[in-house]
């Protein structure tokens, strides 16, 4: 089955550790992105990423870090220097160009303590 | 910069009601427009794109409509059931001035639909 898996679903750190969310897709999609939601709160592009060995910073990219290494997977890292870092993280991705949709996963709970 | 609106925040429907949500933006810039659910705890599904030179897309019981010089957009869901219960987003396709291109959300509309 084609889609995009994100992991684990639920993630605790202690504050001052960077974590690492995993984000793999088997559609053959040339873009991914990273967005966070919180409550009462659209969706925020954290970073974006068009092509293998190349990525963007998004809207809210400070205390975050990202890898394109392979074309099926692109890592977030969340750094001590992220102030807020307890979210839902969502991965994305979709082929180049505007008009294709763009498909998400199922999503990464970070708890920070 | 743009902005994406959704009203209601909220919406508790008996069954069987067809109902409207409503979608706003304010560039009207925009490439396409999406429409997604989300269930609790879970990510994104696609439900329908409307390209910007189109006027309207259909799947199923769902109906949106997009009017682009007036910065709007309408989901319309038919004969809902209980199932259709989830928190629906509209979201706008923009160009970035990097390269490549992204979607700006809006906060979502959160459906119940009761028996």
């Known amino acids: 089955d084609g889609g995009i898996t994100q992991s684990p679903k639920y993630l605790f750190r202690k504050e001052g550790q960077n974590v690492t969310l995993s984000c793999e897709q088997n559609?053959?999609?040339?873009?991914m992105y990273w967005y966070r939601q919180d409550p009462g709160q659209g969706l925020r592009l954290i970073y974006y990423?068009?092509?293998?060995?190349?990525?963007q910073k998004g809207d809210i990219a400070e205390g975050y870090s990202v890898s394109r290494e392979k074309k099926e997977s692109f890592p977030l890292t969340v750094t001590s220097a992220q102030k807020n870092p307890t979210a839902f993280y969502l991965c994305?991705?979709?082929?180049?160009?505007?008009?294709?949709?763009?498909?998400f996963g199922n999503g990464t709970r970070l708890t920070v303590t | 910069k743009q902005e994406v609106t959704q009203i209601p925040a909220a919406l508790s429907v008996p069954e069987g009601e067809n109902l409207v949500l409503n979608c706003s933006f304010t560039d009207s810039a925009i490439y396409n427009l999406q429409w997604f659910r989300q269930d609790p705890g879970k990510g994104l599904t696609s439900l329908l794109l409307i390209q910007s030179s189109q006027r309207e897309q259909t799947s199923g019981r769902l109906n949106a409509s997009l009017d682009k010089s007036s910065g709007r957009s309408t989901l319309y869901i038919a004969a809902s059931q209980p199932g259709d219960s989830a928190t629906y987003l509209c979201?706008?396709?923009?160009?970035?001035?990097?390269?490549?291109?992204?979607?700006?959300f809006g906060t979502g509309t959160q459906l119940k639909v009761e028996l």
């Open positions: 994305a991705s979709g082929f180049r160009g505007v008009s294709s949709p763009l498909h």
């Open positions: 979201a706008v396709r923009e160009v970035l001035t990097g390269g490549g291109n992204k979607l700006t």
């Open positions: 559609l053959n999609h040339d873009a």
């Open positions: 990423s068009q092509i293998v060995n190349d990525f």
